[in-house]
C-alpha cells in the first residue's frame, strides 16, 4: 500500500538525549514536511524539504536538524538544544510545493515525551 | 501577515444535529483551500478543496463553501454521527512557493 510511515510512534528520551525520527514514503512525492502539534495550538512548521538534498527552516527550526539523502525519506532529529521537545510530531509528503501543493499526506504521527 | 483563523474553538453536539465551522483567512495571492480532518492521535485526513472559482463542494455528510471575496470558508457538517468527533483544519495555500498556513483547528464532539 502507498504511504507515509513514521517511527516510532511514542518514544521517551531523557533531558540533554538526541532523538531521531523517522519518516518513509512510498508515494513517490518530491516535498516532505515536518510538523509540531501542541495541545490547543495549530501545526507548526519545522522544516520541509522540496527535492533530494535540499531543505529549508520553517517557523520553528531552532534545535532540530534534518537531511534528505533520498526521496522516500525524511528524518528529523530532536537535539538536546531543543528546549521544549515533548510534543505531537507529524510528518507529511505532497506531490507539489507552494501553491501547487496539492494534498498533504500524512503520517499516523510520533509522540515524543521528555522525562 | 498570511493568517487562517477558525472558529469555534470547540464545539459539543447532540448526536443527529448539524454543525457548520468557520474559517476566515488573510492569505495573498490566494491559491486553494482544504479542510482536514483529525481524530485524536492520527494524522489529519483531506477532507475537501476548495479552488478559487468554486463556491460549494459535497464530500458525503461533508459540505465546503468558499467565499473568495470575504475570504470566508464553512464546512457544514450533517446529520452528525459519533465519529465525526475530530479536530477539523482550515489550511490555505498560498500562490508561488511559500509554505501552507494552518489554522489552529476546531475541536468538535458528537456525543449521544
Known amino acids: 500500500d502507498g504511504g507515509i510511515t513514521q517511527s516510532p510512534k511514542y518514544l521517551f528520551r531523557k533531558e540533554g538525549q538526541n532523538v531521531t525520527l523517522s519518516c518513509e514514503q512510498n508515494?513517490?512525492?518530491?516535498?516532505m514536511y515536518w510538523y509540531r502539534q501542541d495541545p490547543g495550538q495549530g501545526l507548526r512548521l519545522i522544516y520541509y524539504?522540496?527535492?533530494?538534498?535540499?531543505?529549508q527552516k520553517g517557523d520553528i527550526a531552532e534545535g532540530y536538524s534534518v537531511s534528505r539523502e533520498k526521496k522516500e525519506s525524511f528524518p528529523l532529529t530532536v537535539t538536546s538544544a531543543q528546549k521544549n521537545p515533548t510534543a505531537f510530531y507529524l510528518c507529511?509528503?505532497?506531490?507539489?510545493?507552494?501553491?501547487?501543493?496539492?494534498?498533504?499526506?500524512f503520517g499516523e504521527g510520533s509522540r515524543l515525551t521528555v522525562l | 501577515k498570511n493568517q487562517v483563523e477558525q472558529s469555534p474553538q470547540s464545539l459539543i453536539i447532540l448526536e443527529g444535529k448539524n454543525c457548520t465551522l468557520q474559517?476566515?483567512?488573510?492569505?495573498?495571492?490566494?491559491?486553494?483551500l482544504r479542510w482536514y480532518k483529525q481524530d485524536t492521535g492520527r494524522g489529519p485526513v483531506s477532507l475537501t478543496i476548495?479552488?478559487?472559482?468554486?463556491n460549494t463542494k459535497s464530500n458525503g455528510r461533508y459540505t465546503a463553501t468558499l467565499d473568495a471575496d470575504t475570504k470566508q470558508s464553512s464546512l457544514h457538517i450533517t446529520a452528525s454521527q459519533l465519529s465525526d468527533s475530530a479536530s477539523y483544519i482550515c489550511?490555505?495555500?498560498?500562490?508561488?512557493?511559500?509554505?501552507?498556513?494552518f489554522g489552529k483547528g476546531t475541536r468538535l464532539s458528537v456525543i449521544a
Open positions: 508515494l513517490n512525492h518530491d516535498a
Open positions: 524539504s522540496q527535492i533530494v538534498n535540499d531543505f
Open positions: 507529511a509528503s505532497s506531490p507539489g510545493t507552494g501553491g501547487n501543493t496539492g494534498e498533504l499526506f
Open positions: 476548495m479552488t478559487f472559482s468554486e
Open positions: 489550511v490555505v495555500s498560498v500562490a508561488g512557493n511559500t509554505p501552507l498556513v
Open positions: 474559517c476566515n483567512y488573510t492569505v495573498s495571492p490566494f491559491s486553494n
